[in-house]
């Protein structure tokens, strides 16, 4: 049933593809960036692709999919908690520009908030919590073994390292996502862009992805290179957001005095709540860190992995009877 819900995950976010594409061609971009919007789509279209082939593999119950699912419930609980507390924050805001706009009553501008944000919460933090206890039991992991008694490359790696990796690679991913705004790095205070802008980000991306090589691989050095970077990157963030308005980090990403107009006319953003975004997730981070640290081993420390059969063997062998204790002999 789970796999048949994963597949049919799949297809609504297909669904809102389709839906923020007949959007745009009807209603234009706004505010948003070409590039941005199909970032979007980018995102939704992987979305789809990842939902259908776990959702594929959990109903044949592969090993890979039930590891893969169980890290991915993770990281949308993480990163759901943390937009929960965006939306929570934004909420108020977000009524009074509805409510003035004239376009919503009162009482249909909260009802449609009040959807909104419902159906967030199933979505990032209700569903997935339920996926955490489903492909978390006992019984489903001995049905994964069963069906597939050879270990496979998810069984080497302990799930909080494994999600720890994935996260890292799509830290890699911000050389990417970072072309779209000229390369723009805010470094405890300051902007940099340009070429030195671009050596930033590089570093950054190289980083990460020593962490997420450190994490699969299970090296201590890279606990430490993560805790460094998340530390880092948050006081940057947080240095920043406290020293710049939204209008100047908005026109140091490159967009134009009608576009940021009407980004602060529609989006409820403020330095305030970046701030508290930043250190709710650096805190957030860090303690997913020192939960992780006694998972890292050295490097000579190998990993035996065992089948199932193995394990199964391993626990019908009979204990040795114990021998009874001697008695003292008084004569």
């Given amino acids: 049933m789970f796999g048949t819900l994963d597949i049919l995950f799949g297809i609504f976010c297909f669904v809102l593809a389709m839906g923020l594409l007949i959007a745009v061609s009807s209603a234009g971009l706004g505010g948003m960036k070409p590039i941005h919007f199909w970032m979007a789509m980018g995102f939704l279209c992987f979305l789809t692709g990842w939902f259908c082939v776990m959702g594929l593999g959990s109903i044949k119950a592969r090993r890979w999919a039930r590891a893969l699912l169980l890290v991915g419930a993770w990281m949308a609980v993480f990163f759901g908690t943390l937009a929960l507390a965006l939306i929570l924050y934004v909420l108020p805001e977000m009524y009074n520009l509805m409510a003035d706009s004239g376009s919503f009553s009162p009482a249909a501008a909260l009802g449609m908030l009040y959807f909104a944000t419902s159906v967030l919460v ?80 590089a570093f950054v991306s190289l980083a990460c992805g020593y962490v997420g090589w450190g994490a699969f691989t299970r090296r201590m050095h890279a606990w430490w290179g993560a805790y460094l970077l998340v530390l880092l990157v948050s006081a940057s963030m947080m240095l920043t957001f406290s020293e710049m308005d939204m209008a100047t980090m908005y026109a140091h990403m490159g967009y134009s005095a009608g576009q940021i107009e009407n980004i602060q006319q529609f989006y409820p953003f403020s330095s305030a709540m970046l701030i508290y975004m930043s250190c709710a997730w650096g805190i957030m981070a860090c303690i997913y860190l020192l939960w992780t640290r006694d998972r890292f081993r050295p490097e000579k420390d190998a990993v035996e992995v065992k089948s ?18 001697r008695r003292m002999r008084l004569d």
């Avoid at 206890?133 to 302990?158: L, Q």
């Avoid at 300051?190 to 980000?201: H, L, M, Q």
């Avoid at 199932?308 to 204790?325: C, G, I, L, N, T």
């Fill in 122 to 201: 199933l979505l990032q933090v209700v569903f997935p919590v339920i996926g955490i206890g489903f492909y978390g039991s006992e019984s489903v992991r001995a049905t994964c073994e069963r069906r597939n008694p050879v270990p496979g490359w998810t069984d080497r790696c302990p799930l909080p390292l494994l999600a720890m990796g994935f996260i890292s690679i799509t830290g890699c991913l911000s050389i990417v996502t970072a072309a779209t705004t000229n390369y723009i790095v805010f470094f405890f205070g300051r902007v940099i862009s340009g070429a030195t802008g671009f050596a930033v980000v």
């Fill in 308 to 325: 199932y059969q193995q394990r199964k063997a391993e626990e019908q062998v009979p204990e040795p009877a114990s021998k009874p204790p």
